[in-house]
């Protein structure tokens, strides 16, 4: 079984700063997927940004990028010039190749970015 | 757009009285999934549909069940609500893709109250 990890189930961050949020994970699997999903308050859940494991650049999407280190099994979130509309509930989430599609998704990290 | 709608967004019911909950999408997906999820927590995974075929998670309690008419609606049926379901009901789609996975689209969720 797959277990994912969020160390920091809080942080906060000032406007414009930059701020990474920490995801390790387990897993006996050799292809895979990792996500990192926010949930605003009172907000569905969306995508920010996947990666999958057989490649070695790390993701980005505009602000967001990933630190991806499949040996240490770490998949870590940087978000940077943090605006307030990012303050969110971030959840990191494994999927494997197989299994249907489903996610495990760690504990959350609360994120409020400060003006 | 293309989305996952879920109705109603706040239900309010009496400890007892059976409830339903509403899922549709229009992303074409195969696989739809309900997650309960407590306040701050990680969303629970409580089953999933796979095109028609019902995949239940070994730790969902009887009490829930779910149906799927066709391949946009799925419903989220809870026989006798307890105190204890009181929570954010989450419904996503995913699908596959060649070689792979899709990531979970999410609704904006039904929120229960359990009076």
């Known amino acids: 079984a797959q277990t994912v990890t969020q160390s920091q189930p809080e942080m906060s961050v000032q406007e414009a700063e930059t701020v990474t949020l920490s995801c390790t994970y387990d897993?006996?699997?050799?292809?895979?997927?990792l996500f990192w999903y926010k949930q605003p308050p009172s907000r569905q859940m969306i995508l920010v940004i996947r990666?999958?494991?057989?490649?070695?650049q790390n993701a980005t999407e505009n602000r967001f990028s990933v630190n991806f280190q499949k040996a240490a099994k770490s998949f870590s979130l940087k978000i940077s010039d943090s605006q307030l509309g990012d303050t969110a509930m971030y959840f990191c989430?494994?999927?494997?190749?197989?299994?249907?599609?489903?996610?495990?998704f760690g504990d959350g990290t609360t994120l409020t970015v400060k003006p | 757009d293309a989305m996952v709608i879920q109705n109603p967004r706040y239900q309010v019911t009496q400890f007892g009285k059976p409830v339903t909950l509403s899922c549709s999408q229009t992303?074409?997906?195969?696989?739809m999934y309900w997650y309960q999820q407590k306040s701050s927590q990680a969303p629970k995974l409580l089953f999933h549909?796979?095109?028609?075929?019902?995949?239940n998670e070994a730790d969902t309690p009887d009490n829930f069940q779910s149906r799927r008419p066709n391949t946009s609606f799925c419903f989220l049926d809870i026989r006798s609500p307890g105190l204890g379901d009181a929570a954010m009901y989450l419904c996503?789609?995913?699908?596959?893709?060649?070689?792979?996975?899709?990531?979970?689209?999410f609704g904006p969720g039904t929120r229960l109250t359990v009076l």
């Open positions: 996503a789609t995913s699908s596959a893709l060649a070689g792979g996975w899709n990531e979970q689209f």
């Open positions: 897993t006996s699997e050799n292809n895979y997927y």
């Open positions: 990666q999958e494991a057989y490649k070695q």
């Open positions: 989430a494994f999927m494997t190749y197989t299994n249907a599609g489903k996610s495990t």
């Open positions: 992303l074409n997906h195969n696989v």
């Open positions: 549909y796979y095109d028609k075929d019902f995949n």
